[in-house]
């Protein structure tokens, strides 16, 4: 699978949970020199990530799913961009 792993401003991708989350920006930690993506989540269905701006580790946001910790999961990627 040619998946774009890519992760930009203004794409959508869909968390493997359900919900979905518009990258605002990737940042750099100010200690680390990591790179972090803040991005926007969205979905009435979903009181724990309803409408809330987070950051969460490059590395992180673009990792597999743990299917040992799920294993009811179709989705391979935590997040998965959303294209058009």
Request: charged share 30%.
């Amino acid at each position: 699978e040619n998946m774009n792993r890519e992760v930009k401003p203004y794409t959508v991708w869909k968390h493997f949970k359900g919900f979905n989350a518009v990258v605002i920006t990737v940042a750099k930690h100010s200690e680390t020199n990591e790179d972090l993506v803040v991005y926007y989540c969205f979905d009435e269905n979903d009181k724990e990530h309803n409408n809330g701006v987070y950051a969460r580790e490059l590395s992180m946001f673009l990792s597999e799913v743990d299917h040992e910790k799920y294993p009811n999961i179709k989705q391979k990627y935590r997040f998965e961009e959303i294209t058009k």
